[in-house]
């Protein structure tokens, strides 16, 4: 009979041993496998990580979810539908690889729910134009992607491997959101307008997506050490800002940030500071649509009651037909 493996009897069986294999794991770049050992602080930092991302998907589809009705055809609609779509099965596959590092997903739930967790903060500005799902695709599942490829290569394995397909789709909500703004820029004045005022809304709190400047950023140097995190704030925060100048001049639209300017020397471009206090006050609360994001969140969930308990009697049915089938299979 197998014996259940629990975090506490795999940290006591691999002891000292376990720590040396994890070292030399993290050394090698090689991965992290939820049986693994690994210390308590590289768990916990996963689990906050990751379940937060998993809250980030989860609450992002609503500012989008806002427009499905709205949109203005068809193929937008549907467009729009199965981006929004593809936000949930990121959460849900980021909620399981949490599961794997002996974290309950109801636990997680309560976390969001109760407001004792974070998400990003890029989800509490509201979206009062169709633009805003031009700017939203461009900007925000821009930000989404050049922070995500390089955690395709984490050290933890379910978390890189639930990335790959994560980046994958991401990269097609880049690309329907910079296909809204070409189409509104190659419109009326009204539209160019349109996409140029959400633009004008977006960009900063995208910039700020990567997190605090580096020095202001006292877990990244741990994380980067543990190889979750390949590249720091400030160096992914740049290579976004050279990503989007040759693409907003191919879109038509200027980058509301006066200080962009080509640094020959650097071989990047340059960009003015950005306004922090801001950050720091959404992600106290303040931000447009805190309170929206997490009341719908909880009527969602209170109104999906039903569906967990139907699921689980599935389970349970399934699991007592399996128990009587066993003997006579055997
Ligand atoms: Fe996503
Ligand atoms: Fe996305």
Redesign the pocket.
Known sequence: MATTVTRDTLDDTHGEAGRVRFDELIATDSRIEPTDWMPDAYRKTLVRQISQHAHSEII?MQPEGNWITRAPSLKRKAILMA?VQ??AG?GLYLYSAAQTLGTDREEMFEQLLSGKAKYSSIFNYLTPTWADMGSIGWLV?GA?ICNQVPLCRASYGPYGRAMVRICK??SF?QRQGFEILLALMNGTDAQKKMAQESVNRWYAPALMMFGPPDDDSPNSKQSMDWKIKRFSNDELRQRFVDMLVPQAEILGITLPDPDIKWNEERGHYDFGELDWSEFYDVLKGNGQANTVRLARRRAAHENGAWVREAARAYADKQATLAAELLPVAS
């Open positions: 992002g981006k593809d936000e990121h599942d989404a789709e991401e909500h």
